[in-house]
């Protein structure tokens, strides 16, 4: 079974400041998705970005942009300019690729995220 | 298009009780998920439907859930009889099935606003 770990419980940054959240993986498979949600206090779960692990290129979506390295089941978020908005908790998760069956979400355990002004 | 809307928002119920949650999916999505989280455990899934049929239902914590699919645009999950243990905020998820190389939006799952239960 996969399995998400996320290290990091708290992180902290100051505002405009730059942010990396760490993710790692364990799979056998070779085809996957990777995703990185942010929770607010609303407690909506929002899609931030997404991976698939057959690119090479990491993916990047204005502020918000990737490490993946697939060969040591990396995938961290850094957030560039960080924003009072960010301020959430971050949850990574993975899903095989739907030519392997399960569409199950698999989350890490989250990190919490604070923005200081 | 609203999203994927669950209701009620809040449900706080005693042990005992019979609970049922709701949930609309997107339209057109032919996926949709049911969440647990807790602070112990955090996300989790409970089960899944494909074209309104479970795929897998093996999160499911014991017989006192269930969770059925009448048609593509309404799930629930029921609760019966409900214990404290049961309190945590579930979510439902609904997604579009795409190929690999799918085109925006298909392959992800868009969640609901969750439904935060209390047993007392």
């Known amino acids: 079974a996969q399995t998400v770990t996320q290290s990091q419980p708290e992180m902290s940054v100051q505002e405009a400041e730059t942010v990396t959240l760490s993710c790692t993986y364990d799979?056998?498979?070779?085809?996957?998705?990777l995703f990185w949600y942010k929770q607010p206090p609303s407690r909506q779960m929002i899609l931030v970005i997404r991976?698939?692990?057959?690119?090479?290129q990491n993916a990047t979506e204005n502020r918000f942009s990737v490490n993946f390295q697939k060969a040591a089941k990396s995938f961290s978020l850094k957030i560039s300019d960080s924003q009072l908005g960010d301020a959430a908790m971050y949850f990574c998760?993975?899903?095989?690729?739907?030519?392997?069956?399960?569409?199950?979400?698999?989350f890490g355990q989250g990190t919490r995220l604070t923005i200081n002004p | 298009d609203a999203g994927v809307i669950q209701s009620p928002r809040h449900e706080v119920t005693e042990m005992g009780q019979e609970v049922t949650l709701r949930c609309k999916p997107i339209?057109?999505?032919?996926?949709l998920f049911w969440y647990r989280q807790t602070m112990m455990r955090g996300l989790e899934l409970l089960i899944y439907?494909?074209?309104?049929?479970?795929?897998?239902d093996s999160g499911m914590p014991e017989d006192r859930f269930s969770a059925k699919m009448p048609n593509a645009s309404f799930s629930t999950l029921k609760i019966q009889p409900s214990e404290p243990r049961d309190s945590a905020v579930y979510f439902c998820?609904?997604?579009?099935?795409?190929?690999?190389?799918?085109?925006?939006?298909?392959?992800?799952?868009?969640f609901g606003a969750g439904t935060r239960l209390s047993v007392l």
């Open positions: 439907f494909n074209n309104n049929v479970p795929i897998d």
């Open positions: 339209s057109g999505h032919d996926y």
């Open positions: 998760a993975y899903r095989s690729s739907e030519y392997q069956g399960a569409q199950k979400l698999v």
């Open positions: 799979t056998s498979e070779s085809d996957y998705y």
């Open positions: 991976q698939e692990a057959y690119k090479q």
């Open positions: 998820a609904s997604s579009l099935k795409g190929r690999l190389a799918g085109g925006l939006g298909k392959n992800i799952q868009y």
